[in-house]
């Protein structure tokens, strides 16, 4: 496991969200209800930003595009590309479903670090 730094806790408090980069790679950083998720920036459908993505109660994030749905845990795919109506069905066929990229985190010494090698 190869651990970077990226935020202080205080920085992503309950609710928050921030993009961080690492090399070539953009991360969303999300603190939901307490709990810090790590995950790719890029929707897998068509690589848009999955920062202003709806938090469900089910922990899953709704791209904010074609509302495709992703675990926050797992980056599992509930649901792909359905919106808008019609159009989102075909949208959805241009990319095969693929899992939202996700990744381990840790807090260490008041630091919130991700291991994006892993
Ligand atoms: S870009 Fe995210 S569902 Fe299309």
């Given amino acids: 496991m190869s651990w970077t730094k990226v935020l202080s806790v205080d920085e992503l408090s309950d609710g928050k969200?921030?993009?961080v980069k690492i090399g070539d790679r953009k991360i969303l950083m999300i603190n939901n209800s307490g709990k810090i998720y790590a995950v790719s920036n890029?929707?897998?459908h068509l690589k848009l930003p999955m920062k202003?993505?709806?938090i469900t109660e089910?922990?899953?994030i709704v791209c904010p595009f074609h509302r495709s749905v992703f675990s926050l845990e797992t980056g599992e795919v509930k649901q792909w590309s359905t919106f808008p109506p019609l159009v989102g069905t075909f949208l959805g066929k241009v990319s095969s479903p693929k899992p939202l990229p996700v990744f381990p985190i840790?807090?260490?010494?008041?630091h919130i670090e991700i291991d994006i090698d892993s």
Avoid: I, M, T
């Fill in 106 to 110: 840790r807090v260490n010494e008041g």
């Fill in 17 to 19: 969200r921030q993009v």
């Fill in 42 to 44: 890029s929707c897998p």
């Fill in 52 to 54: 202003k993505g709806k």
């Fill in 58 to 60: 089910d922990c899953a």
